[in-house]
């Protein structure tokens, strides 16, 4: 790896899928041009459906693209040599459930040409690090689905890769597996491994990521840097007659005190802060002019553009009062791989007339339905 190359560059890159049944175009990833320094850990931030995965797979050479280029370390990323240094956690893996998560880690090991006697290494050292030691040789088909998205981790770092990319890492995953995934990525970090992570929750991003770019129908919304977009964030309160006393026992919650001909400004960065400042406000009888809350810059666009999604779906539940048909979410992806066309509503068979969603997406979807 040269050091002047960054680690994933991509220029115009674009996939628009047809859909077999519909014969609709979907444009799932639009345009994105993107550079990332080695060194970076940065969070592909997007509603179900807005391209992440598919672009992550272009990256990996899974989707070939429509248009546009990528390279890994400054190679075209076609090219099998570029991805020898990437680590990658998939967002629906399946491993065989016969094998024990030990053999399972030697097995994809084995696929990237690791030696054995440094897998035997490696294997007890990350299930260890992810929490699994007492489960390396249980069979997989036992694990939690938190379990597996660590096991998948450790898999994804058997080889000591120098890019690691992760979709939907805390998918299933407990609070306390979090805090262990977010450990160990802030170590792979700080010996300058290069994370890219995809993920449909922003306080997932804001926990993992130093950068991040927010991701909207399959084109860039935003990108910079999270302690930036995130500045000037938080509570402000104001007050005309704050109290000496007050403003002593304040100074340790606020992140700012400014005063301006007798009104005091105070910016509190969480709730908590907040409340206790107002309690001390008020010990000391100081009346509250004003209580705002300012949002993010990057809580501010992922906001809206989570709100245009709840809008499309508006307008389709809309088109299905207007036609009569049938509108209904469903979680079952089996009868949709049988069968497009079909869907199973109150035990019967319609016709669908379209639906949400992919079938390789997990999770909901919306489907319409002739009545
Ligand atoms: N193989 C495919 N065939 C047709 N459409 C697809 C395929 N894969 C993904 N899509 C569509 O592309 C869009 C983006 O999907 P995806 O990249 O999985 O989004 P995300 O990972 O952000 O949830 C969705 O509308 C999805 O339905
Ligand atoms: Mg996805």
Redesign the pocket.
Known sequence: MSAAHPVIQTEGLTKH???FYTRRV?Q??NGISLKLEGGTAFGLL??????????IKMLLSSIVPTAGRAQLFGKDCRHPEARRQVGYLP?NHRFPTYNTGRQMLHFYAALSGTNRAERITRAGELLERVGLADWADVRIGKYSKGMLQRLGLAQALMHRPSLLML?EPGDGVDPVGRRMIRDVLEELQQQGTTIFL?S?LLAEVELFCNEVAI?RR?ELALTGRIDRLTSGSGYHVSSPDAAEGALDELREKTASIESNNGMVRMQFTDREALNEGIDILRKYGSRIEEVQRKRSTLEDVFMSTISSVAEMLDAFKEQARRKKLVWFRSHSRKSWKLVPSLARVEGGWRDVVSRS??P??DGEHEVLVRS
Do not use: C, L, M, Y
Not at 47 to 53: C, D, E, I, L, R
């Open positions: 899928f047809r859909r979907v799932a990833v997007g509603p179900n459906g807005s391209g992440k995965t598919t672009f967002e979709d995809n449909h991701i399959g969603g992919s390789e997406q």
